[in-house]
């Protein structure tokens, strides 16, 4: 497939992460700094866009754990890769029927796209969040990392096994203009960084979120030092199965992956057990990873459709049914998604997890 070189910077052959970092997130060219691409006019819906439902799930879920926490003085949430803000919006508002928890609480936004984050500053409009760059200045009260879809959007690295020798796959640009996908002989840490996981040994193609894990290195840090949990969302699978799982989708359909470089998103399918194993491996406490339809049905998102229902039209009724089906029919998003959570308290009945 003919192509550019726009996204080649300074070398013709890069591994498929940084490949797919430059695709995504050029500060000139790249998808998430150059369009919104969520919703029904961008490229695809999340579940904080589908329905408001879905947010206050999870807005009451963190109240719950900040009681858990033993109700402290100073809280800390921090939102990786808010998107356009959907979020924190109904967190803000959910937050304003618990008082001591709205006064308790501090938000903050880890955003890397620039122009997501003058989205979100305008559709927040709070004086009293903060964006960051890192959690240096997140000093005193426990934390809660959330994020929805984060870690699908964080680009992964590919090998394959080959007679026991694991090489890494890097896209080259050639001299027709075509990328073609080559095989390099993996580097001394990154074999020693894969073999580290119980999850991925047997398998002849792997597939390692290393940038997801740097990020996940700090949050941890934060975690042990400050004391709280990490909430993560996201579609991906439990048992690795030598699949690639990298794909593309413009204005909600499947794209090659290809194809519109810069212009459609390009994500791949989380590997829960890896997850675990890297917190584990971390010090933390791991819970059973469950769905979205059981998380969202455990923490009541259906008595409050009923409630909420009872004043509406029988349009507006329909319309969020119909967003709820989208969130909770395992056809759909109900059992692709799952809720992961890592934390290093003692308590593990945690609400929603039953
Ligand atoms: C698929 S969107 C999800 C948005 C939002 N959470 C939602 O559910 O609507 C991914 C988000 O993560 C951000 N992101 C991806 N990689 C990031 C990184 N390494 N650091 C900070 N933000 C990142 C993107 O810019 C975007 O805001």
Redesign the pocket.
């Known amino acids: 497939m003919k192509s550019d070189s726009k996204f080649f910077k300074n070398s013709n052959s890069m591994p498929v992460d940084r490949f797919f970092q430059n695709v995504l997130?050029d500060k000139k060219n790249g998808y998430?700094n150059t369009k919104n691409?969520?919703g029904a006019k961008g490229d695809?819906i999340?579940?904080?866009?589908i329905s408001n439902l879905f947010s206050e799930m999870i807005a009451v879920w963190m109240v719950s754990i900040w009681e858990i926490f033993g109700k402290p003085k100073n809280l800390n949430i921090i939102?990786?890769?808010?998107?356009?803000g959907?979020?924190i919006k109904v967190l803000l508002q959910v937050s304003k029927r618990f008082p001591e928890f709205d006064i308790a609480k501090k938000i903050y936004l880890?955003?890397?796209?620039k122009f997501?984050k003058q989205k979100q500053k305008r559709n927040i409009n709070n004086k009293n969040i903060v964006w960051v760059k890192n959690f240096d200045n997140i000093k005193k009260g426990p934390v809660i990392f959330f994020?929805?879809?984060?870690f699908?959007?964080?680009p992964i690295k590919q090998f394959k096994r080959e007679r026991k020798i694991l090489f890494e796959k890097y896209y080259t640009f050639q001299r027709n203009f075509e990328i073609k996908e080559t095989f390099k002989k993996a580097s001394k840490q990154d074999i020693k960084m894969i073999n580290s996981y119980k999850i991925l040994k047997g398998l002849n193609f792997i597939e390692f979120p290393k940038?997801g894990i740097n990020?996940l290195n700090k949050i941890v840090k934060k975690i042990l030092s400050l004391n709280g949990c990490i909430l993560i969302i996201d579609y991906g699978y439990i048992k690795p199965n030598n699949l690639d799982t990298i794909q593309s989708v413009i204005k909600h359909k499947k794209n090659h992956i290809m194809k519109n470089l810069g212009k459609a998103d390009i994500?791949s399918h989380v590997n829960f057990s890896l997850l675990k194993e890297f917190f584990l491996k971390n010090s933390l406490i791991v819970n059973k990873t469950i769905t979205q339809k059981d998380f969202l049905e455990n923490m009541g998102i259906k008595n409050r459709a009923e409630i909420i229902s009872k004043k509406m039209s029988f349009r507006e009724k329909s319309d969020l049914y119909l967003r709820l089906k989208r969130l909770l029919s395992p056809k759909l998003m109900g059992n692709l998604f799952k809720v992961f959570l890592a934390h290093n308290l003692k308590e593990t009945n945690y609400h929603g997890f039953k």
Do not use: Q, R, W
Request: charged share 25%; no cysteine.
């Open positions: 997130y998430y691409p969520l695809f999340t579940a904080p866009k939102e990786l890769g808010p998107g356009d959907s979020f880890f955003e890397k796209s997501l994020g929805n879809e984060f699908d959007a964080i940038i990020e994500t």
